[in-house]
């Protein structure tokens, strides 16, 4: 019997990556803090005005430099609904960035407010906000930033260790789903550095899906990608957006981009561009979220959608 309560285990236990996590000298809450999570039990709220999960309103960020200060948000306003998948472009500078860390909660605007879900999540404290993040937002970045003393199932259970959603007598099994889900199923034990940065990415996804938040933010995930495997990680947005989650990618591809539901065009730390291009899917209401089930296969039916209220 393994200690995660299995008979038979080829993969290691949440414990197991606990003692990998001591040898890499990080502390949990080091780790937790790096990546947005923080121990807690926690639900997302219900809510959001008219299909809009996300409203950015009247943002601006401006930067104090030794130079005086740089504007590099400048009012901006946009909505995204439920189940949309936007693509943000923009010219390098154009503030892409700066917008996903207003939207995430990662950094404070200068003025203007973000409300997620119906909560203005900039009046948050920065502990009440990271808890909040931890469940209501996957975070993918374009070094993956996954640890390498963790095989990519640690990596995907970690998460749920640090936010405590997912009952632990169900970590695994979802764990492993997820990296089936997103084409791993014969890569979950290996470390980051022996696969390749495509798959390193999709084990990035999974991870960011761990809780199930409804939100996922990736700031250029395909940018350090060749083409082929760039277009397998958008392909796996898209089936996550056509599940109904809502997805915000920041990508300097416009080909990529144009096969979003949403394009948001950046000049200069203003909006050039807020168009549809296609409709975004719409959840079904009172469609359970994946955290209700209880199996694997419920999971891969096409169950991640997390927009009802719990
Ligand atoms: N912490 C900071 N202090 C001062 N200026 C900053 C800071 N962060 C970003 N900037 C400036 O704000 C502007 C927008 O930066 P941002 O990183 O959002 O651009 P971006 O569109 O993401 O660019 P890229 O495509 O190169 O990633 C840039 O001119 C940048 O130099
Ligand atoms: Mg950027």
Not at 11 to 31: K, P, T
Not at 247 to 271: F, K, N, P, Q
Request: aromatic share 4%.
């Amino acid at each position: 019997m393994g200690c995660c309560g299995t008979a038979v285990s080829p993969w290691r236990c949440a414990a197991q990556a606990r003692g990998a996590v001591a040898q890499s000298g990080l502390s949990l809450d080091d780790i937790g803090g790096r990546m947005g999570l923080f121990k807690r039990r926690c639900r997302p709220e219900a809510g959001g005005e008219n299909g809009t999960l996300i409203a950015i309103r009247d943002v601006v960020k401006t930067y104090r430099t030794p130079t005086g200060d740089f504007d590099a948000l400048r009012g901006i306003t946009l909505g995204f609904r439920r189940g949309e998948f936007v693509s943000v472009v923009g010219k390098s500078g154009s503030g892409k960035s700066t917008l996903l860390n207003m939207l995430t909660g990662i950094d404070r605007p200068t003025a203007g407010r973000v409300l997620v879900d119906g909560v203005d999540i900039h009046q948050m404290s920065e502990s009440r906000m990271a808890r909040w993040r931890g469940v209501h937002m996957g975070v993918v970045f374009q070094f993956y930033q996954l640890l390498p003393v963790l095989t990519l199932l640690e990596n995907v259970l970690l998460p749920m260790d640090f936010c405590d959603v997912v009952p632990s007598g169900e970590r695994r099994v979802r764990a492993v789903a997820l990296l089936e889900q997103v084409g791993l199923g014969d890569a979950m034990d290996k470390l980051p550095a022996s696969v390749s940065g495509g798959q390193q990415q999709s084990a990035a996804i999974a991870r960011a899906l761990a809780n199930d938040p409804p939100i996922l933010v990736a700031d250029e995930p395909t940018g350090n990608l060749d083409s082929r495997s760039a277009d397998v990680i958008f392909g796996i947005f898209d089936v996550l957006a056509a599940q109904g989650k809502t997805i915000v990618m920041v990508t300097h591809d416009d080909s990529l981009a144009a096969r979003a539901s949403h394009l948001v065009r950046l000049v200069d730390g203003e909006v050039a561009e807020d168009a549809a291009l296609r409709a975004a899917v719409q959840p079904a209401a009172g469609a359970g979220r994946v955290l209700a089930d209880r199996t694997a296969p419920a999971l891969l039916r096409g169950s991640m959608v997390s927009s009802g209220p719990d």
